[in-house]
């Protein structure tokens, strides 16, 4: 529910801010350099066409001869044609390259942020939501996409034929367009005013959308919970307020804007009348012709069109400005679990990898006053199975988590075949390990691709073989299309128990030296868990396993069972030897074994 911290950094931004696509603009210089040709072959022949008009009226128009005047406009009419010919050739061509430009480019932006932001820590979602990042992807990269693949195109454009009106309308009445220029440079300085104004709501704008993209990803994710709680009222009216705080920044941002809008059309529209009417006044006088006077008013036309485009061009900047700036801060977070300079190889092992804590302390980011382990060191041989048993917080999930490097502990060293952790390639010390965690994770897609991503090259025998082995077989089987059968998002067209052992039989499919069991058959009835049970016992055979479980039917066969209270190791042991020293373990065990507290409790 806390917001996160990348929609609390104020922000600035302006158009600089879309310097961040130069990478991502870079590899396509001859498609950007072909689209700029079209872009400028385009606009000149737009500014062609009132030199064509021009002549066309002093000329075709002008001449005594009936005859002659039909041959003139034929033939003005003929340069008129092609004026619009290559017109429309040159913009379908602008067209499809800025278009190309913006799709390839927008892909090319969600496909880096997305591959940046998986190979996150677990410290970064710790304080950013799902549904920021998934805005981010969405709404932000939409916007950048309108911007690379149309609105820059069309300022740039507008830009090239804006300024090429004005230096034909100075170049042909340089006194009165030198009095408008003047006049129009009064116009931005007002303008430099709404703009700051805004970047400033276009930024507020996409962070309240992308707080109700947040809540509407943990609601979507929670709809069990939800509904069970009766709480659909409650949530809509959360998600309400939400759309409604960005509906209210939206029409803050689009009020100034129509204001920015509306001054700078109109200022533009006076000054060029001003212009206009001193280009009348010298027709009457005789100071230019009919035609130079069409002429003047069809680039009045264009750079007063121009304009406008231009002032919405720059609207649409400030907001992709804002979005650009957002994606950068995803591309520009930093994980503190970082790739060794130079990584170390982990040595070949057989029948198992050897780990070992030495006095570790860590804190959780995000719980820095409180040590989750303090000062522990164990040391787990080989092929060897340890149990890991202790009360909720005690720091069990936490040492799986520092054997997988999703933290870095404070203090000591954590080693996993005498090389360190933090000196190993991260896709080399994860391949060596396989976990089973207690929330089975099931991906939208078939059985058959569930398990297989745990090793993605196996073949569909080792598939089946893993499943059998995890007693999923039969129930697969069971299903509609068998192991073709899609098993919903997030696995809801499965029971609980269904899901934990396609979960294992994803981990026995990978065959890794160590194996961590994080409440592995916690979601099974008494007959599945027997029967998983066994099949985890022969997968664990040849190979180190680290066992988390709260059922201590599960481990009484293990080589040693480690009891963890508040981060510390209190107690170590086998299963009789623990139950002998009438210590927590003892308690524990008679509670669930016989019901109630032992004697010697």
Not at 112 to 122: D, I, L, T
Not at 529 to 538: D, F
């Amino acid at each position: 529910m806390s917001k996160s911290k990348l929609s609390d950094r104020a922000s600035a931004q302006s158009p600089r801010s879309l310097s961040g696509l130069g990478p991502f603009l870079k590899p396509y210089r001859l498609q950007i350099g072909l689209a700029g040709l079209f872009l400028v072959m385009a606009a000149a022949t737009t500014l062609v066409f009132p030199v064509a008009l021009r002549t066309l009226i002093d000329e075709g128009l002008v001449a005594a001869d009936p005859g002659e005047r039909l041959m003139a406009l034929r033939g003005h009419f003929l340069a008129l044609f092609a004026v619009g010919a290559a017109l429309g050739l040159f913009s379908a061509a602008r067209f499809y390259m800025v278009s190309w430009l913006g799709e390839r480019v927008t892909a090319d932006l969600r496909n880096a942020v997305y591959s940046h932001v998986v190979r996150q820590s677990p410290a970064f979602f710790e304080t950013t939501q799902t549904g920021e990042v998934l805005s981010r992807l969405t709404t932000d990269t939409t916007l950048v996409q309108t911007v690379v693949g149309s609105s820059l195109s069309m300022g740039l454009r507008n830009s090239v034929m804006g300024i090429g009106a004005l230096g034909m309308l100075v170049a042909t009445n340089p006194y009165v367009m030198t009095q408008v220029l003047g006049m129009l440079v009064l116009v931005v300085l007002p303008s430099l005013y709404f703009g700051r104004r805004v970047r400033k709501l276009s930024r507020a704008s996409q962070d309240r959308v992308a707080d109700s993209s947040a809540i509407a990803a943990e609601v979507l994710n929670a709809i069990p919970v939800v509904q069970s709680y009766t709480q659909e009222d409650r949530e809509a009216r959360r998600f309400n307020v939400t759309t409604e705080h960005a509906f209210e920044t939206a029409r803050k941002r689009s009020r100034v804007r129509a204001m920015l809008v509306a001054f700078i059309i109109s200022a533009t529209f006076g000054a060029l009348l001003w212009g206009l009417y001193q280009g009348t006044q010298a027709v009457i006088r005789g100071d230019i012709s009919a035609g130079h006077l069409g002429q003047t008013v069809v680039y009045v036309v264009i750079l007063v069109s121009s304009v406008a485009v231009l002032s919405e061009v720059y609207g649409d900047l400030l907001r992709a400005a804002g979005a650009t700036e957002r994606l950068m801060e995803l591309l520009g977070a930093r994980s503190p679990v970082a790739e060794p300079a130079q990584p170390l190889a982990l040595p070949a092992t057989r029948g198992g990898s050897a780990v070992a804590l030495d006095q570790v302390t860590f804190h959780y980011p995000s719980r820095p006053a409180h040590a989750a382990l303090r000062d522990f060191s164990l040391s787990v041989m080989p092929g060897e199975t340890v149990a890991l048993v202790g009360a909720s917080g005690a720091g069990k999930s936490t040492v799986f988590q520092l054997l997988l490097r999703y933290y870095d502990a404070q203090h000591g060293a954590v080693r996993i075949d005498g090389v360190r952790v933090d000196a190993v390639a991260l896709h080399d010390l994860r391949a060596r390990i396989g976990i089973v965690p207690q929330d089975s994770t099931i991906f939208s897609a078939n059985a058959l691709e569930n398990i297989r991503y745990g090793r993605p090259d196996a073949s569909d025998a080792e598939v089946m073989a893993a499943a059998k082995a995890a007693y999923a077989h039969e129930f697969i089987s069971a299903l509609p299309e068998g192991y073709q059968t899609f098993l919903g998002e997030r696995g809801v067209r499965l029971s609980g128990g269904q899901r934990q052992r396609i979960s294992i039989a994803r981990a026995i499919l990978k065959n890794p030296p160590l194996l961590l069991l994080d409440e592995a058959t916690s979601a099974l009835d008494a007959e599945s868990e027997r029967v998983v049970q066994a099949a985890l016992e022969a997968a664990m055979a040849h190979r180190t396993t680290l066992v988390i479980a709260h059922r201590l039917a599960t481990v009484q066969r293990a080589d040693r069972i480690i009891v963890l209270e508040d981060g510390c190791i209190v107690e170590t042991g086998t299963h009789t030897q623990l139950v002998d020293q009438g210590g927590i373990y003892a308690r524990l065990a008679a509670m669930q074994f016989n019901g109630q507290p032992s004697e010697s409790s």
